[in-house]
């Protein structure tokens, strides 16, 4: 009844930019938090970014300067704005909504997007 869906991601040359967006569709009532996490080959999955839905974002180290969250409430949409990306950005790149109702949900629950591959490469 929920589905996340990602577009935005490929391959771009060090120092390039990539926006990537999330689009929540389904009975939505509300959403909390909205996020962005990363996972590359061998590692574990680890938060990017995330936005309160009063538009309050948090930024891992790594990224801070470089990318921005934002966020649509009217349209249930997350984007990332990646600048000056580094190979060390590869990864594939997942949407996340916290604490999403829909109508008909008894409760709350979290959900994930499917992923998108995000490769900085010369």
């Known amino acids: 009844q929920v589905q996340l869906v990602e577009s935005g991601g490929g391959t771009v040359q060090p120092g390039g930019s990539l926006r990537l967006s999330c689009a929540a569709s389904?009975?939505?009532?509300?959403?909390?938090?909205m996020g962005w996490y990363r996972q590359a080959p061998g590692k574990q999955r680890e938060l990017v970014a995330t936005?309160?839905?009063?538009?309050?974002?948090n930024y891992a180290d790594s990224i801070k300067g470089r990318f921005t969250i934002s966020r649509d409430n009217a349209k249930n949409t997350v984007y990332l704005q990646m600048n000056s990306l580094k190979p060390e950005d590869t990864a594939v790149y997942y949407c996340?909504?916290?604490?999403?109702?829909?109508?008909?949900?008894?409760?709350?629950?979290?959900?994930w997007g499917q992923g998108t591959q995000v490769t900085v490469s010369s």
């Open positions: 996340n909504a916290e604490d999403l109702r829909y109508s008909g949900s008894p409760y709350p629950a979290d959900y």
């Open positions: 389904g009975r939505i009532v509300s959403i909390n938090d």
């Open positions: 936005i309160t839905s009063g538009g309050s974002a």
